[in-house]
């Protein structure tokens, strides 16, 4: 996933003034939604696992699905791009986020992003995503079929998201910070009302 122009709108949760907890907790201004277990929601997570850091969201994925219990509203999918057969997902989930690689912002490799819906611009030119179809694309697509849910970006800036030859793993900046991203993917489903709970 490219960086939407000028950065408008994306929040970078490890440089956030107010520190981490102002992006991957529930302040007490914004009160986090009440679990509803009637409402659904889907996350891709992003990648090739084969191309390094381009693999950081299926590594999230890998973590969340070891460390939490996922509860029946919320289904997690390890995805190599974003396709149009997950339009069916916009039209049944309250909630969609994606989890993806980030270049070209400008910041350290493992800096994490939350990008608001504002923010998915569409990108084009020299930093050209590797995941061709983004998130506001399928938005685009699912709203000429009457579908509609609300959309998040997760996505950390990468290292080496193109190696020369396969390679799987992260470069250690990214793989220091895979944590924080995790984290960052938990509090926002929580914040939206899906909250995970931690296996013993």
Same mark, same amino acid.
């Given at each position: 996933?490219s960086?939407?122009d ?6 970078p949760?490890?440089?956030a003034p ?6 991957t907790?529930c ?8 679990p509803d277990?009637s409402?659904t929601a ?7 696992r084969l191309m ?6 299926p ?6 699905v070891a460390a *939490? ?5 919320v289904t ?5 791009c974003m ?5 069916s *997902?916009?039209d049944?989930?309250?909630?969609i986020l994606?989890?993806d690689?980030v270049?070209?912002t ?6 994490? *992003?939350?990008?608001?819906p504002?923010?998915?611009a ?9 995941h061709d179809?983004k998130?506001?694309?399928?938005f ?6 009457g ?9 950390m800036?990468v ?11 992260l470069?250690?900046?990214?793989a220091?910070?895979?944590?924080l991203l995790?984290?960052t993917?938990?509090?926002e ?10 296996k013993?």
């Open positions: 996933m960086a939407p000028g950065e408008r709108g994306a929040r949760v490890a440089n107010e520190g981490v907890a102002d992006v907790a302040p007490a201004r914004k009160a986090c939604a009440a277990p409402r889907a996350v891709f997570f992003v990648g090739n390094l850091d381009d693999g950081v969201g590594a999230a994925y890998d973590e969340i *939490y219990d996922i509860p029946d509203n997690l999918l390890d995805v190599g396709a149009l057969d997950m339009l *997902y916009v049944r989930c309250d909630l994606t989890v690689a270049d070209g400008g910041d350290a490799p493992g800096t994490v *992003y939350r990008f608001e504002e923010a998915m569409r990108h084009s030119g020299p930093e050209a995503s590797l179809l998130l506001v694309d399928l685009d697509a699912a709203s000429l079929m579908y509609e849910a609300e959309g998040y970006c997760l996505g800036q290292g080496n998201p193109s190696p020369e030859q396969f390679c799987v793993g470069t250690p900046e990214c220091a910070a895979l944590p995790v984290e993917v938990v509090a489903l929580s914040r939206r009302g899906f909250p995970l709970t931690r013993d």
